[in-house]
């Protein structure tokens, strides 16, 4: 019998797998993918930060971690510049360091956690922007082949909080390197409503890049947990979006914070949605709701919770809002199940 080895999620829940490795290089990926394949009869899964994953107590395979990081210049001109990541690299950190040299385009996007590989998979957003944004291509290695293959902006499929390797995570391949266009003028995007609220009665014409990045900073401090300090992945839940029709034909508007987007619809806050359900800093079996921000939950337990009790309260929240508003939340956090295989929880 393989004893099995405890594996890092930043939802910090009980979670065990029968092997772990980390990958560096594409010749390292290469091997673990094989062996996987040889030893535990199915592909390894593949982890970047682990910090939007709710993963079972038990994994039956091998998890790989994509550690290949750096930034390289590949092109410029006199207004942009094109990145080359590596997809193991710390996201914050790649934020962190555009705004020391000057580039704009991801600053609204600090202090989410995870890695620049697992950005793309999700199409992370924050404060009115996405990575779609400011995204070029990447590279991902395919099984099939041998090779890496570039995806292009057109090939990711981007959505809300969404893309093709979400849609097709065990076939489509391994995000590898990440290509992003960033612009060397300023062009600050301060209209998301918490932002305005923040610089309400600034000169914006003298506000910097570093403004904008520390503002942002401020707010998610504020708003949600650290993850190096507690257990979480960040936002629970996704913002639904609604065409201008089903809004005006809720059950109930009372109280509701939202936002019109450019395409039309209507964008709400699930974390509004929740509050006005009664979740604000709800517990029950060492999982809690956010006081500040209920999209958030919290494990306080550490180590001693598993995912279906996150799941049992996710649940019944997700029931709260359809009662009262007729909205359906979904999960933002890929549920994985033994397998590896991703769970459907609509």
């Known amino acids: 019998m393989t004893e099995g080895i405890s594996v890092f999620n930043t939802m910090r829940l009980q979670s065990e797998a029968l092997e772990s490795v980390d990958v560096w290089c594409l010749d390292e990926l290469k091997k673990a993918w094989y062996r996987s394949l040889e030893q535990w009869g199915r592909p390894p899964l593949i982890l970047g930060g682990a910090s939007n994953v709710i993963l079972p107590k038990s994994y039956s395979g091998m998890i790989v971690w994509v550690r290949c990081g750096g930034v390289r ?43 620049v590989g697992a950005a793309c998979v999700q199409n992370i957003g924050a404060y ?91 707010i998610r401090s504020l708003r949600l947990p650290d993850v190096k300090k507690m257990g979480t992945v960040g936002s629970f839940f996704i913002n639904p979006c609604l065409s201008q029709e089903a809004f005006d034909g809720m059950i109930n508007h009372e109280g509701l914070e939202y936002i019109l987007m450019s395409d039309g619809r209507v964008k709400l806050f699930a974390g509004n949605l929740l509050a006005l359900c009664g979740w604000r800093g709800y517990n029950e079996s060492g999982v809690r709701a956010c006081y500040q921000n209920p999209i958030v939950l919290i494990n306080k337990n550490g180590g001693g919770v598993v995912a279906d009790q996150v799941l049992c309260l996710a649940k019944r929240m997700i029931l709260s809002v359809w009662r009262q508003f007729g909205i359906k939340l979904l999960i933002e956090p890929m549920v994985l199940n033994q397998m590896g295989d991703l769970v459907d929880l609509r």
């Open 128 to 218: 009115g922007v996405s990575l779609s944004d400011v995204f070029l291509s990447c590279d991902v290695w395919q099984s099939t082949t041998g090779d890496c293959v570039k995806f292009s902006k057109n090939d990711c499929c981007f959505g809300y909080r969404d893309s093709v390797f979400k849609q097709n995570r065990l076939s489509i391949g391994v995000i590898w390197m990440v290509r992003l266009v960033l612009k060397k003028r300023s062009d600050l995007n301060i209209r998301y409503p918490r932002l305005r609220q923040y610089f309400l009665g600034s000169d914006e014409s003298k506000l910097t890049l570093k403004h904008v990045y520390d503002a942002v900073v401020l």
């Open 73 to 115: 210049r590949v092109f410029e001109d006199c207004e942009s510049m094109v990145l080359e990541v590596g997809a193991g690299h710390g996201w914050h950190d790649l934020v962190s360091w555009s705004v020391d040299q000057g580039l704009c385009g991801i600053e609204n996007l600090a202090l989410i956690p995870g890695t």
